[in-house]
Nanobody, 128 residues
Framework: QVQLVESGGGLVQVGGSLRLSCAASGRTFSSYAMGWFRQAPGKEREFVAANSWNGIATYYADSVKGRFTISRDNAKSTMNLQMNILKHEDTAVYYC?????????????????????WGQGTQVTVSS
């Protein structure tokens, strides 16, 4: 049974930083690409960032490029999202997800349909 557990969300002021983590189990973490998505109230889930199974390739939404950094530690089966210079519009529930295919990378990782397991989400609220 694959399980993904996010942590690190919370309340932060505009311009501040947060670091989200995702702990994975039940699948050989080092063989699968991972992604972060978010969903704000009244909006559809959107892509935030992803990295390839080996962490070499990374992908970001234009809205977070230069502010967010995705990373992974395959030895610990964890993935992180460092979020800096946070804005009001970053307020959302953040989800981590694991790719359904082994050893893949590419822009298709921006599509939520490419992931088959999701975490429960962690709330990020950016206030002024």
């Amino acid at each position: 049974q694959v399980q993904l557990v996010e942590s690190g969300g919370g309340l932060v002021q505009v311009g501040g930083s947060l670091r989200l983590s995702c702990a994975a189990s039940g699948r050989t973490f080092s063989s699968y690409a991972m992604g972060w998505f978010r969903q704000a109230p009244g909006k559809e889930r959107e892509f935030v960032a992803a990295n390839s199974w080996n962490g070499i390739a990374t992908y970001y939404a234009d809205s977070v490029k230069g502010r967010f950094t995705i990373s992974r530690d395959n030895a610990k089966s964890t993935m992180n999202l460092q979020m800096n210079i946070l804005k009001h519009e970053d307020t959302a529930v953040y989800y981590c997800a694991i790719d359904r295919a082994i050893y893949y990378s590419g822009n298709y990782l921006r599509d939520a349909a490419e992931y088959d397991y999701w975490g429960q989400g962690t709330q990020v609220t950016v206030s002024s």
